[in-house]
Structures are given as C-alpha cells and as structure tokens.
Nanobody, 122 residues
Framework: QVQLVESGGGLVQAGGSLRLSCANS???????MAWFRQAPGKEREFVAT????????IYADSVKGRFTVSRDKAKNTMYLQMNSLKPEDTAVYYC????????????????WGQGTQVTVSS
C-alpha cells in the first residue's frame, strides 16, 4: 500500500523559497513521483516529476529554473525546492505516485496525497 503525506507549505513573500516534502509510508515506491498544484478556480496542473530509480526529471515550463524536484530513496521521500517564488505559484500542492509511468498527466497517477497550501504574497 501507499500513503503519501505532504509537508512544508506555508506563507512566503514573492522572491522567497520553500521546500516541500512528500513522505511515502508504504512499501511500494512505484516508478515515478510527481508534484501537481491547483489554484482556486483552476484545474490541477503538472509541476514536476522524477523517476524513483534513475532520477530522471521533467518540469513544467512555468517552473523551470526555479523549482527542483529530488528524492531520497533511503527516506522514501520526494522533495520540491521552490526558489524565486511568484504570487502565481500560490496553490495547493499535491504529490502523486505512478506505479508504471513517467508522465505529466494527472489521470495516470495511482496515488495522491492530501495536499499542502503554498501562498506567495506580493
């Protein structure tokens, strides 16, 4: 089974940084993990993904050069380092796990966390 728990969200000023964590307490590590986000009134959008074994990454264009996804296999935890934050980054951030694919499509992820709020003030 898989249980994903996000942490690290909060309120930060524009230009600041936050680091999100996603801990997987289950015994299945899956093929890839990802971060998605959803702002009020908007659809959930892809942010970044990483393969669990090889560490291959894909980023959304909107976060390239500012966000870095990483994982610690020993801790069974994925991270999202967010720098140079902008007000438009404000959203609930969700982590997700795919058992078989490296993908940017939310529908293809098998497990989801509950989300953590990130608010960037201008």
């Amino acid at each position: 089974q898989v249980q994903l728990v996000e942490s690290g969200g909060g309120l930060v000023q524009a230009g600041g940084s936050l680091r999100l964590s996603c801990a997987n307490s289950g015994r299945t590590s899956g093929y890839a993990m990802a971060w998605f986000r959803q702002a009020p009134g908007k659809e959930r959008e892809f942010v970044a993904t990483i393969t669990w074994t090889g560490g291959r990454t894909i980023y959304a264009d909107s976060v390239k050069g500012r966000f870095t996804v990483s994982r610690d296999k020993a801790k069974n935890t994925m991270y999202l380092q967010m720098n140079s934050l902008k007000p438009e980054d404000t959203a609930v951030y969700y982590c997700a796990l795919s058992l078989e694919l490296l993908t940017t499509r939310a529908l293809e992820y098998d497990y989801w966390g509950q989300g953590t709020q990130v608010t960037v003030s201008s």
